[in-house]
């Protein structure tokens, strides 16, 4: 199970982080990370990490503004985003793929998905 939070309505410029604790893992060897989904628009990948090593993606649209960290004894993943744009309106999931494939994970395939918490960048 997969809970996000951190979610709300932001104004241009200005700074979210999201939460996503992962819940009922039965390994320590996963890949979690950040997928979004704007109105109309398909869902993208934004972040992703593993829980042993330090490999990572992140989308070229959020690179230098968005930073994907873990705390692997939590089970928990955390997406600190600043400099937001409106464009990064959407509601954003966090996804595990429980094997520990990354570039799977990244290519959207990941075994559990959260609901969802949805970021709103509107002054």
């Known amino acids: 199970q997969l809970q996000a939070f951190g979610g709300g309505l932001v104004q241009p410029g200005g700074s979210l982080r999201l939460s996503c604790v992962a819940s009922?893992?039965?390994?320590?060897?996963?890949?979690i990370g950040w997928f979004r989904q704007a109105p109309g628009k398909e869902r993208e990948g934004v972040s992703c990490t593993h829980s042993r090593d330090d490999s990572s993606y992140i989308a070229r649209a959020v690179q230098g503004r968005f930073t994907i960290s873990r705390d692997t004894g939590k089970n928990t993943v955390y997406l600190q985003m600043t400099r937001l744009k409106p464009e990064d309106t959407a509601v954003y999931y966090c996804?595990?793929?429980?094997?520990?494939?990354?570039?799977?994970?990244?290519?959207?395939?990941?075994?559990?998905w959260g609901k969802g918490t949805k970021v709103t960048v509107s002054s």
């Open positions: 009922g893992l039965t390994s320590d060897t996963y890949a």
């Open positions: 996804a595990v793929d429980r094997r520990g494939f990354l570039h799977k994970l990244w290519a959207g395939t990941g075994h559990y």
